[in-house]
């Protein structure tokens, strides 16, 4: 039987429409028909949650994060221990430190009020991690859709592959690297810590024994960070302005004032100096910077397809 080429044109027009969804790839409009109102959903629970608590959004930014780089962003992270199932959420960088569960759920539960068993929890936490960020100032970008939410967690993985406040540069590079970044991505990326607080115990080794820290800001945090005691006390990541997505964070690493080992790494005379340097004087620089670099994040890995399922409780698995 022979077939015309205006009867086949049809058939490839929705095979050039459908085929990329049907192999897995992320696109902005994913629910633009089964949830048209996700987005909103999402923005107005983050205005909500960031208006309650600023340090909301630093929150839910950094769970982002510890997703991503365990597996990829499929939010692996929020599921809950059981008696037969060991989560991520008890590994070391996440236990006691992570924080904001109760927001992501909140969101679900609205998004599954607008559409059932549609939208994953994996997509809610990238979309959630955006509004946070815009809310305090920061830059907005283009989140792309269509994340499935993983069966299975990693705490091991968890333990080993997130960055942890005592690196220093060349792991912190090598950890990025590995998850396809480069090392600029990697300082752009750190400069989440405009925003947030850090605990005692992370930030404590930094402020008593390292040399390359100001001796002023380092009398400062020991004031609520004793040698001894005191892990869960807090101080913000950025001195001057801890609650506003900006670009004082890469002002006060050239003053020796960084609050973690790790942070101070970034200008310690090594290979990210010079872009220290030009984004303390270059916040549009920043700004777009780091955009691009949340879009690549959320492109880590992501579950697609029939791969993974649509979560109902973001705490377990269906």
């Known amino acids: ?9 049809p058939f490839f027009l929705f095979c050039l429409l459908a085929c990329p969804a049907a192999h897995g790839q992320l696109s902005p409009t994913f629910y633009a028909g089964s949830c048209p109102n996700l987005e909103s959903i999402v ?13 909301m959004g630093a929150s839910i930014l950094r769970l982002f994060f510890h997703d991503c780089f365990v597996n990829g ?42 559409c059932a068993a549609t939208v994953s929890c994996a997509d809610i936490l990238a979309l959630a991690a955006r509004d946070g960020v815009v809310l305090l100032g920061g830059p907005s970008w283009t989140v792309q859709l269509g994340r499935r939410d993983a069966t299975t967690a990693s705490q091991s993985a968890a333990n080993t592959d997130i960055p942890a406040p ?9 950890l990025f690297v590995s998850k396809g970044f480069s090392a600029q991505d990697m300082t752009t ?27 002023s800001f380092a009398a400062l945090r020991r004031q609520g960070c004793p040698s001894v005691g ?38 310690n005379g090594g290979s990210q100096d010079s872009v220290v340097m ?22 880590m890995s992501p579950l697609t397809g029939t791969i993974g399922e649509i979560r109902l409780n973001c705490r377990t698995v269906n």
Do not use: W
Request: hydrophobic share 40%; with cysteine.
């Open 166 to 174: 005592f690196h220093d540069l060349s792991k912190l590079i090598s």
């Open 278 to 299: 030009t984004y303390s004087t270059n916040a549009a620089a920043f700004q777009s910077d780091f955009a691009a670099a949340m879009v690549k994040m959320g492109n």
């Open 73 to 114: 962003c499929d939010a692996s992270v929020l599921l809950d221990d059981t008696a037969t199932f060991t989560g991520e959420k008890n590994a070391i960088p996440n236990n006691g430190s992570l924080r904001g569960y109760e927001v992501i759920d909140a969101i679900k539960t609205s998004v599954e009020a607008a």
């Open 1 to 9: 039987m022979a077939f015309s080429l205006d009867r086949l044109f």
């Open 230 to 267: 005191g892990d869960d006390n807090l101080a913000p990541l950025d001195l001057q302005s801890p609650e506003a997505f900006d670009n004082l964070y890469y002002q006060n690493l050239m003053l020796n004032k960084g609050l973690l080992h790790s942070d101070q790494e970034l200008f």
């Open 189 to 215: 990326l750190s400069g989440a810590h405009t925003i947030g607080q850090a605990r005692c115990l992370n930030f404590r080794p930094h402020v008593y024994n390292d040399t390359n820290v100001d001796g």
């Open 43 to 55: 923005s107005s629970a983050m205005s909500q949650a960031v208006a309650t608590e600023n340090r």
